[in-house]
């Protein structure tokens, strides 16, 4: 303070002495000594800043500064600003576009060249500091901002077709992506973010997922996955008409993503998430698939593994159609003999009632009605 006053009363007696002239000089002079002051005040310190304050510094963004975060908290302070190219994302390239805004608050230029400036930081309650024999930060979050995984909603599976498993995390505080060990509940395992996994055999399986960032932090999350047999078959074949039908029988629904449809050497697989609802059909265009133009006399279904789920000959087809229109042809002739009978009976009983004889119209009708069994019982009862 002694200092800064004496300094403040020779700048005023020096002023008054100045002509207009050399107070210009003065003036250009005292900036010139001002830049490397100011240019400090505007550093950064990259062991002190904030995540929004290293977000300042040309060149890092959010995810970078996190990392510079994360590489201090497990690396300790940084000794020099040439360190900071340890911090993934940030080369020499980079590094050259943000030296000049950078510091690591040691040495000249740390704001800390006088003892008083010293006991000033060592007393600042921000200090980062401490006398814990480890050297991890201290850990200061809240419920909302701990570190949490979920894998996923609840599924329904088909045997022998892949499907999916994508975990997810909050990461809280942490920018660091987690690792992930799925227990499928079918005894296998897998490690990853994303992993596809295939069932065998149906049943309910719990699939349980654990996540952990290193040692500190761990989660672990479940669901269930319900495995069924395959129902779906191929119920048709029309050429002419150029469909394949294929016919879930099954009360669950079925996504057929990865079958196929093989005709000789033809294969068409099914696109991802082809489904098809329980109990009912779908047709299949054949000029939509690679089978268009080939000459077909059986088309088989078949897991993604290749096994064989079900199969159909056009002959097959074409020998159940014919089955079927004699089946109904021989309905309607029998429709059509009744229809006759029908006509004769109410011909005759016309003509009786014209003649009067009523009792001749009864026995014809009689006649015309075959009784059934119970009918009989009853006339031979109560005759």
Same mark, same amino acid.
């Given at each position: 303070m002694?200092?800064l #006053?004496? *300094?403040?009363?020779?700048?005023a007696?020096?002023l008054?002495?100045?002509n207009?002239?050399?107070?210009s000089k003065f003036?250009?002079?005292?900036?010139l000594?001002?830049i %490397?002051l100011l240019?400090?005040?505007?550093?950064?310190n990259?062991?002190?800043?904030?995540?929004?304050?290293?977000?300042k510094?040309p060149e890092?963004? %959010?995810v970078i500064?996190?990392?510079?975060i994360?590489?201090?908290n497990?690396?300790?302070p940084f !000794?020099?600003?040439?360190?900071?190219?340890? $911090?993934?994302?940030?080369g020499?390239?980079t590094f050259?576009?943000m030296k000049?805004?950078?510091t690591?608050g040691n040495?000249a230029?740390s704001?800390?060249?006088?003892d008083e400036a010293? !006991?000033e930081t060592?007393?600042?309650?921000?200090?980062?500091?401490?006398?814990?024999?480890g050297d991890?930060g201290?850990?200061?979050?809240t419920?909302?901002?701990s570190?949490?995984?979920?894998a996923?909603?609840?599924?329904?599976a088909?045997?022998?077709?892949?499907?999916?498993?994508l975990?997810?995390?909050n990461k809280?505080?942490?920018?660091?992506? @987690?690792k992930?060990?799925?227990? *499928?509940?079918d005894?296998?395992k897998?490690i990853?973010t994303?992993?596809?996994h295939?069932?065998?055999f149906p049943?309910?399986?719990?699939?349980?997922?654990n996540?952990?960032l290193g040692k500190e932090?761990?989660a672990v999350?479940?669901?269930?996955?319900l495995?069924t !047999?395959?129902?779906v078959k191929?119920s048709d074949?029309?050429l002419?008409?150029g469909?394949?039908?294929l016919?879930?029988?099954?009360?669950?629904?079925q996504n057929?993503s990865?079958?196929s449809?093989i005709?000789?050497?033809?294969?068409?697989v099914f696109p991802l998430?082809?489904?098809?609802?329980?109990?009912s059909?779908?047709k299949?265009?054949?000029g939509?698939?690679?089978? @268009?133009?080939?000459?077909i006399?059986e088309?088989?279904l078949?897991?993604?593994?290749?096994?064989?789920? #079900?199969?159909?000959g056009?002959?097959?087809?074409?020998l159940?159609?014919?089955?079927?229109?004699e089946e109904?042809?021989?309905n309607?002739?029998?429709?059509?003999?009744v229809?006759k009978?029908n006509g004769k009976?109410?011909s005759?009983?016309?003509a009786?009632?014209d003649?009067g004889?009523l #009792?001749e @119209?009864?026995k014809? $009708? $009689?006649?015309?009605k075959?009784p #059934?069994?119970?009918?009989k019982i009853?006339?031979v009862?109560?005759?």
């Amino acid at each position: 303070m002694m200092i800064l #006053s004496l *300094f403040m009363t020779i700048w005023a007696k020096s002023l008054m002495s100045m002509n207009i002239r050399n107070l210009s000089k003065f003036f250009f002079f005292l900036i010139l000594l001002l830049i %490397p002051l100011l240019t400090w005040a505007s550093l950064i310190n990259i062991n002190t800043a904030s995540l929004e304050e290293l977000d300042k510094i040309p060149e890092v963004g %959010p995810v970078i500064a996190g990392r510079i975060i994360d590489y201090r908290n497990t690396n300790g302070p940084f !000794e020099n600003i040439e360190e900071i190219k340890n $911090v993934s994302g940030i080369g020499d390239v980079t590094f050259l576009k943000m030296k000049d805004y950078i510091t690591v608050g040691n040495g000249a230029g740390s704001g800390n060249d006088s003892d008083e400036a010293d !006991e000033e930081t060592e007393t600042d309650e921000d200090d980062d500091s401490s006398v814990h024999t480890g050297d991890a930060g201290l850990s200061n979050y809240t419920a909302e901002e701990s570190f949490k995984i979920s894998a996923g909603r609840e599924r329904l599976a088909t045997v022998r077709t892949p499907i999916i498993f994508l975990a997810s995390q909050n990461k809280g505080k942490s920018k660091r992506e @987690a690792k992930f060990v799925w227990s *499928f509940g079918d005894g296998t395992k897998a490690i990853g973010t994303e992993v596809h996994h295939t069932y065998q055999f149906p049943g309910n399986y719990q699939v349980v997922l654990n996540g952990s960032l290193g040692k500190e932090e761990q989660a672990v999350a479940r669901t269930t996955v319900l495995v069924t !047999e395959s129902k779906v078959k191929i119920s048709d074949i029309d050429l002419a008409a150029g469909y394949v039908e294929l016919t879930n029988t099954g009360d669950k629904e079925q996504n057929l993503s990865g079958w196929s449809l093989i005709a000789g050497e033809k294969r068409h697989v099914f696109p991802l998430d082809t489904i098809i609802g329980s109990r009912s059909a779908i047709k299949i265009p054949l000029g939509a698939t690679s089978l @268009a133009g080939v000459n077909i006399n059986e088309i088989a279904l078949t897991y993604p593994d290749g096994n064989k789920a #079900s199969s159909r000959g056009t002959v097959e087809s074409d020998l159940e159609k014919i089955t079927a229109l004699e089946e109904r042809l021989q309905n309607l002739k029998q429709q059509l003999a009744v229809l006759k009978t029908n006509g004769k009976t109410a011909s005759v009983i016309a003509a009786a009632k014209d003649k009067g004889n009523l #009792s001749e @119209a009864k026995k014809v $009708v $009689v006649l015309a009605k075959e009784p #059934s069994l119970i009918e009989k019982i009853k006339n031979v009862l109560f005759k």
